[in-house]
């Protein structure tokens, strides 16, 4: 038997995984896209008009990107040209671009399909414009990092960019349902097991058809429950990448819903970024940020308890200093909020910028030498606690720089007492210069 028809016979007998074979043929067969394909949406638009543009589709791994840019190629005729970022060169590209020139000028356009297209290097990604431009390709570039951050803003000009959504629940029961009439059987899983599915394929549908094709290889006659399917597949880990956006989308997520006070919003995206793998410290130190940013003088102990948390982490180590940290995380999203501190500073950083290096006035400088007193350093200082309010309202800006405000604390929390403070040296500073 000869060697081309053993491996002919060989793939023919070989079976296609599941995802494979429930990768949708057509556009009306994708789920989770309807804002981009329904008919008056963007690429429905384009799809009715048979016109397309270079696009990038951004969204996570599993939502469809590869699968909608052949999809497209099919129902505007363009031939399908895919390339992988990570495993393509120059040389790659250039051979592309000579064929499409051919094939454009027998009729035909190319549809050039390049997933992870963001870790093409910024001379690559130039190399795509004149061929965009001149309409010898139309370009679809896949991505799931944040394309501002990763790609050229000469290439982002010339493409539209698509935001493909995670699957939700709907998405997923749907594809489930598709893999129980593939296989002719139902998943061997009870209800809270087929929830727990979803949950664990984390909008990514090529992982829950995976993972539902290791169900069906089980023994005819199982039932999982949640322990169970815990026991039969390996817990997938959250979708989260230190180093990429997801790490500060969540880090956002966490500091903007302390900032609104919702204590238990802020535990969930502080659980979720442990369960990403994240480091406590990472998490000790932006808390620590917050409270001195938007806590401040409302709770002066918030920058004492973000510390000691820090700290306690550093002694007891994970998972124990975890719960320190979770504490913490409660004191914040519960403490009353303010940045007039933060606000105060930036203010003042502002203000010695735009003044330059104006001097302090010489009676609160002091005058350690004859000299300098003739000059009239410490001349006409009033000491402070020789005044009967301990106040002497003396001016301490620079000579030529008027009194600013930098400071105006809110009526929340500890700074409610400080702004009763201030207001009271304000009418004796006002009464002392009217005399």
């Excluded at 297209?117 to 690559?124: D, E, K, L, M, S």
Aim: hydrophobic share 40%; aromatic share 8%.
């Amino acid at each position: 038997m000869g060697t081309d028809r053993v491996a002919g016979l060989f793939e023919a007998q070989a079976p296609r995984p599941l995802a494979d074979r429930l990768r949708p043929q057509s556009l009306d067969q994708m789920v989770g896209q309807d804002h981009l394909l329904r008919p008056d949406g963007p690429i429905g638009r384009m799809i009715g008009s048979r016109r397309l543009v270079s696009m990038i589709l951004w969204g996570p791994p599993g939502c469809g990107k590869t699968t909608l840019a052949r999809l497209l190629a099919q129902t505007t005729d363009l031939h399908f040209e895919p390339l992988s970022a990570i495993f393509s060169g120059v040389a790659d590209l250039r051979r592309v671009f000579e064929a499409a020139r051919t094939r454009r000028q027998g009729g035909q356009g190319t549809l050039l399909f390049i997933d992870e297209i963001y870790r093409f290097n910024r001379a690559q990604q130039d190399g795509f414009l004149p061929y965009v431009e001149d309409g010898t390709v139309t370009l679809v570039g896949a991505t799931t990092e944040n394309p501002s951050f990763e790609l050229n803003a000469a290439l982002l000009s010339r493409a539209q960019v698509f935001v493909l959504n995670r699957l939700d629940d709907a998405a997923l029961e749907l594809l489930l349902a598709r893999a129980e009439a593939e296989e002719g059987r139902p998943l061997p899983l009870d209800p809270d097991a087929r929830a727990a599915v979803k949950a664990l394929a984390d909008g990514d549908g090529r992982y829950c058809l995976n993972l539902c094709e290791e169900l069906f290889a089980l023994p005819e006659g199982t039932m999982l429950d949640n322990n169970g399917l815990a026991a039969a597949v390996q817990r997938r880990m959250p979708l989260y990448d230190k180093a990429q956006e997801g790490h500060y989308n969540l880090i956002s997520a966490l500091h903007k819903s302390l900032r609104g006070s919702d204590t238990d919003a802020a535990l969930y995206w502080y659980a979720r970024m442990l369960a990403g793998g994240e480091d406590p410290r990472y998490i000790a130190r932006r808390l620590t940020r917050f409270a001195v940013e938007d806590i401040g003088m409302a709770d002066p102990a918030a920058l004492t308890q973000a510390t000691a948390a820090w700290e306690a982490y550093e002694r007891l180590g994970s998972p124990e200093g975890e719960l320190a940290i979770a504490q913490l995380v409660i004191y914040l999203g519960t403490a009353p909020k303010s940045n007039a501190a933060y606000t105060a500073y930036k203010e003042a950083a502002r203000a010695a910028k735009e003044t330059g290096s104006l001097s302090p006035p010489k009676h609160i400088l002091n005058a350690p030498t004859k000299l300098m007193k003739q000059l009239g350093y410490g001349h006409g200082y009033n000491y402070d606690h020789d005044t009967p309010e301990g106040f002497s309202g003396q001016n301490y800006f620079p000579e030529g720089m008027d009194r600013r405000p930098f400071y105006r604390p809110v009526e929340r929390g500890f700074e409610r007492e400080v702004r009763k403070r201030l207001d009271y040296w304000a009418r004796l500073r006002r009464d002392t210069s009217s005399r």
